[in-house]
């Protein structure tokens, strides 16, 4: 239903600041969760952590579907939390701790945001966060694997669509330090940067 009205349900974290969000994407254990939950934190705001239904109108925009945070104990640990902190029980059959995240940032959470890039977070243990810009078909690549073959239906429509989102918005690998607020920070910084502009 959605695809038919142009809007795709997407899997992504998002991070914004002042407004200027971008959608984070990789495979498991990249680093997408840890890079959004230290956002969240240290002052940016999120429109959701696994999933986002994507809108592709004159800008892109993220829309929320729900609140639910999914982090392993070592992620957790990096943000200097516990399971306990989170209000999380028992790890879920892949690892990892699900919890309502609002409950440590409340004002974090967004509707919806404006998508001015696209990154792809690597743990690196950098000094510093650090940003290198990527072609479109590496976007593409990292948003269309668990995107389009964890969703069924229309196959052909969906790469369609996040080619498009591929090609419109600038991407970026991000090599993350070990410190939340630096790469809180980082982020922050740059999405309000001139680089950080569509195509």
Known sequence: ????AGIRLTHAATLASNGNGALIVGSSGSGKSGTTLAGLLHGLTSAGDDYVLLDLGE?????????????????????????????????????????DAARLAPQAFVERMTVRAVLIPQVAHAARTRFEPVPAARAAMALAPSAVFQLSGDMDGGFRFLAEVARRLPAFRVLLSENPAEIADAIGTFLESEACRAR
């Open 1 to 4: 239903a959605h695809a038919t």
């Open 59 to 99: 800008a892109i925009t993220a829309h929320a579907i729900y609140r639910v945070f999914k982090q392993d104990a070592e992620g957790l640990r990096r943000a200097g939390l516990t399971p306990a902190a989170v209000g999380a029980g028992e790890p879920n059959w892949h690892g990892k701790y699900e919890f």
